[in-house]
């Protein structure tokens, strides 16, 4: 396994960035259609499509996710993706159209300027086309895709992911993983660093291979584990994903739990400025048998893997992110 998302079967990942405007976008798509749920916390989400993927909707089903860059601007991006997937003829067909549906949610990484526009295509539309034609089961971690331009509080943001199998109750495996974009209004280390919040999850040294430390939450450093600057938007965003036939009930659930690994790996978290929203999915074929269908044990086995994975891709953006000339990164701070 790669510790990617894209362990996975079905799953495949592209990414692309823009250099001189410091932003990017990361595409999640696949060969066949993904069960799908949202769940958000953050005060100030900017998303498309996903009220297809509330419990009340009659879809609950899509062809691609989209993260990127750009803050509202950013949602650009998907109508691309939703381009060239009907070019591939795939979609949610109705009568004799195919239309894909593509969700997506933005970070805050803007610049001042006002040239994100050439020729009235904007650059997310071009990183899209780039990061759905570069789609892989492998790709990179830290400032790459919708990561690139991505902030915290104290160190620099960025891309991660994580995987994991999981035995169920039955004795039989499947796998989850997880795909973050870290650009956290909180502070994700444990007071000034070197270690994370949620360091004691680490698996064969994925974010350092840091000891563990016994030094405890000082509260009267409380505000360096905010931004100072009030006019910060920042996010986290991501996927949480299984190869388990859950549905759709089921993935609001791993969705929901999940949120809890952002608040263990990030403090503070859901706040007013955040945006932090995470879409869960499932790329079952179905092929459990009925004796084998997820119980609410094997909902809860699955979920807590999942949710650690999330909180494992969280520090991974952290860790493997590079400084682009803003803030530190990690390694600079903390790598000898």
């Not at 069960?35 to 958000?40: E, S």
């Not at 620099?156 to 993983?177: D, F, M, P, R, T």
């Not at 690994?261 to 400025?273: G, K, L, Y």
């Given at each position: 396994m790669k510790n990617l998302i894209t362990d996975i079967e079905g799953i495949l990942v592209g990414c692309a960035e823009d250099y001189k405007f410091s932003t990017g976008v990361?595409?999640?798509?696949?060969?066949?259609?993904?069960?799908?749920?949202?769940?958000?916390?953050?005060?100030?989400a900017g998303t498309r499509e996903t009220e297809i993927l509330n419990l009340e909707s009659s879809i609950g089903r899509i062809d691609a996710i989209?993260?990127?860059?750009?803050?509202?601007?950013?949602l650009d991006a998907s109508s691309e993706v939703q381009k060239l997937l009907l070019e591939e003829g795939k979609g949610y067909k109705v009568r004799d159209y195919s239309i894909p549906l593509v969700s997506s949610a933005v970070i805050f990484d803007l610049i001042q300027t006002n040239n994100y526009w050439e020729n009235d295509v904007s650059i997310w539309k071009v990183l899209a086309n780039r990061a759905y034609k570069d789609l892989s089961d492998n790709f990179l971690l830290g400032s790459v895709g919708a990561g690139y331009g991505a902030n915290?509080?104290?160190?620099?943001?960025?891309?991660?992911?994580?995987?994991?199998?999981?035995?169920?109750?039955?004795?039989?495996?499947?796998?989850?993983?997880?795909?973050?974009?870290?650009?956290?209004?909180?502070?994700?280390?444990l007071n000034s660093g070197p270690n994370f919040l949620s360091g004691h999850l680490e698996i064969n040294n994925e974010f350092g291979g840091l000891t563990q430390t016994k030094e405890k939450y000082d509260g009267i450093i409380r505000a360096k584990r905010i931004s100072h600057d009030s006019n910060q938007l920042n996010t986290i965003i991501g996927v949480v994903a299984t190869n388990a036939p859950l549905n759709r009930i089921q993935l609001k659930r791993l969705s929901i739990m999940c949120h809890g690994?952002?608040?263990?790996?990030?403090?503070?978290?859901?706040?007013?400025?955040d945006g932090d929203t995470i879409f869960a999915i499932s790329t079952s074929d179905k092929s459990f048998h009925a004796s084998e269908e997820i119980n609410k044990l094997d909902l809860t086995i699955i979920s807590t893997i999942a949710s650690d994975t999330f909180s494992r891709a969280c520090n991974r953006a952290i860790f493997e992110a590079k400084n682009i000339g803003g803030k530190p990164s990690w390694k600079d701070l903390f790598e000898n």
């Open positions: 990361t595409v999640l798509s696949g060969p066949h259609p993904f069960t799908a749920a949202i769940d958000v916390r953050g005060g100030g989209v993260l990127s860059g750009g803050s509202a601007f950013g915290t509080a104290t160190v620099k943001g960025g891309q991660g992911s994580a995987s994991s199998e999981v035995e169920l109750s039955s004795g039989k495996k499947i796998k989850v993983g997880s795909l973050v974009i870290n650009n956290a209004v909180g502070n994700p280390l690994s952002v608040s263990r790996s990030i403090h503070p978290s859901h706040t007013p400025m």
